[in-house]
């Protein structure tokens, strides 16, 4: 048979019988003040416990948007390579530079005079594709711009709305417009 801690403290002679009606007295105390004054005894271990749960869930769940949005990318950067790779169109086929600037830096890819005068029409555009360049079709190239725009390098069409704002500008910053240009200057 089991006895309870105040009987066996009490057999082994550690304690009496006026300190456990003591014990006993002030347990019922305290009960009582609970019940009349609705008072809730707040568990401490259980509070942070809580509260830990909460900041691992919510570290979790950041832990969670920054995969995703690891994982969006590399879905994106896929379909992006794929559409480049089934659509790209022959480059370095012909003799004619066809010139595009990317990060300030004109760059330069030889094309045919047919594959020229489509990519001046703005049927073609050029893209980025990994450390080089490649042609594909405009649609395609709407395509991976809705994905990421600044993988379309070059389009004809964009680049004669950007001549169009610079040349209005650049007719009101012509303050030297009305010197004369020699017709012996060598550039």
């Not at 979790?60 to 948007?65: E, F, G, H, S, T």
């Not at 992006?80 to 004619?96: A, T």
């Not at 040349?167 to 012996?184: L, M, N, Q």
Request: aromatic fraction near 4%; glycine fraction near 2%; charge should be positive.
């Amino acid at each position: 048979m089991a006895l309870s801690l105040q009987e066996q403290l009490l057999k082994a002679g550690l304690t009496d019988k006026k300190k456990v009606k003591q014990v006993k007295k002030e347990k019922h105390k305290k009960i009582k003040h609970q019940q009349k004054h609705k008072v809730v005894e707040e568990n401490v271990a259980k509070i942070a416990a809580d509260k830990a749960l909460e900041e691992k869930r919510e570290k979790d769940r950041q832990l969670n948007l920054e995969a995703k949005k690891v994982a969006d990318a590399k879905a994106i950067s896929a379909q992006i390579k794929q559409l480049i790779e089934i659509n790209k169109q022959p480059k370095d086929n012909g003799d004619i530079p066809c010139n595009f600037q990317h990060n300030n830096v004109i760059k330069r890819l030889y094309v045919d005079q047919q594959t020229r005068n489509r990519i001046s029409q703005g049927k073609l555009a050029i893209v980025t594709l990994g450390n080089g360049y490649e042609i594909v079709p405009m649609p395609v190239a709407d395509k991976i711009s809705a994905r990421d725009e600044e993988a379309v390098v070059y389009r004809a069409d964009e680049a004669e709305q950007a001549e169009a704002k610079s040349s209005a500008t650049k007719e009101e910053d012509d303050w030297y417009a009305e010197y004369e240009i020699p017709d012996d200057l060598v550039w």
